[in-house]
């Protein structure tokens, strides 16, 4: 849009290498989680975090779980509900788990809360995620040298 500049969320997502619960990262057993805010540049009609960025983060968080369970996955389907508006300058809390398979497809929810009310969903998601074949998951994701 005209007149903004700058990212949505500061950190905006997730970075490789060594996991942080701080700074976002992939996490053992098929878990994902962010800690980050929006900023005033994601702010939709109302004021408040536009829906678009919660989808976007939710689906790389998402996709980042896939990835710690050492099986990465591109989306399928993505079923974004929204509880509540989110809050623009608060610290927010995103995560994200793997649910269960079924041969290439990995099932995955996902969630952002505030970090002072973690248990209250703001936004929820639900994604099916595809396994691509080993050497092709090799070649689309070159940072996981061992993926299944």
């Not at 903004?4 to 290498?17: E, Q, T, Y």
């Not at 509900?81 to 649910?99: D, G, I, K, N």
């Amino acid at each position: 849009m005209a007149g903004r500049s700058g990212k949505g969320w500061d950190d905006c997502l997730p970075r490789s290498g060594t996991p942080s619960r701080r700074r976002g990262g992939s996490l053992p057993g098929g878990q994902a989680d962010h800690l980050g805010r929006n900023t005033p540049a994601s702010a939709g009609r109302t004021r408040a975090g536009h829906g678009g960025i919660s989808a976007m983060l939710l689906d790389e968080l998402m996709g980042w779980a896939c990835a710690a369970t050492g099986t990465p996955g591109m989306t399928i389907s993505l079923r974004i509900r929204y509880q509540s508006l989110v809050p623009l300058e608060t610290a927010l809390l995103a995560r994200a788990h793997v649910t269960g398979t079924d041969n290439r497809k990995i099932f995955v929810k996902g969630s952002i809360a505030t970090e002072t009310s973690a248990s209250t969903t703001l936004v929820e998601a639900d994604g099916v995620f595809n396994a691509p074949d080993p050497e092709a998951a090799r070649s689309l994701f070159p940072a996981l040298k061992n993926a299944r």
